[in-house]
Structures are given as structure tokens and as C-alpha cells.
């Protein structure tokens, strides 16, 4: 499968599965030259795979804070109820 599916449809007029299709690729049909939009396909391509991991992340950071806020709240509570304990002595 060629790693630039929408470019090799828009040169060819249907998907294509192996590079080989691309041979008779030609300029005459095509408003750049076919290999530049390849590349920046490719580029695009890379870029949404890099937004789609690092909206994984986001969402692992924003569980991580969640966990150090309840955390911090236990933290304080626990606090709280040793100073009272101290002051019962």
C-alpha cells in the first residue's frame, strides 16, 4: 500500500496499491508535481499521527493531575486530623 493514497488517486483517478501503478504518472493533469505533493502528504500525514499521540497524552496527563489533586486532598485531610489528634493529647 503506497503511503500517499490521496495523492496517488487524485495522479492515477483510483487508489492504487503498489507503486508500480504510478509509472505513466504524469504532469499534465496534476497543478504540482506529483512527488512534491507526495511529500507534503507524507508531512501531513506524520503531523496527524503526532496530534493523535499527543492527545493520548493529554488525556494521561490530565488522569495524572486528577490522581495528585486527590492525592493532595487526602494529604491535607490526613493533616487536619493529626493536628486535631495532637491537640487532644
Do not use: H
Not at 487508489?15 to 508531512?43: H, K, M, W, Y
Amino acid at each position: 500500500m503506497s503511503d500517499t493514497p490521496r495523492t496517488d488517486e487524485q495522479i492515477n483517478g483510483k487508489p492504487c496499491t503498489q507503486f508500480g501503478i504510478l509509472t505513466g504518472d504524469s504532469l499534465r493533469n496534476a497543478a504540482v508535481p506529483s512527488e512534491f505533493a507526495r511529500t507534503i502528504e507524507r508531512e501531513l500525514n506524520a503531523a496527524n499521527d503526532r496530534i493523535k499521540m499527543l492527545e493520548v497524552v493529554e488525556r494521561l496527563s490530565t488522569a495524572q493531575m486528577d490522581y495528585i489533586q486527590q492525592l493532595e486532598t487526602e494529604n491535607d485531610a490526613m493533616r487536619a486530623d493529626l493536628l486535631l489528634w495532637r491537640e487532644s493529647k
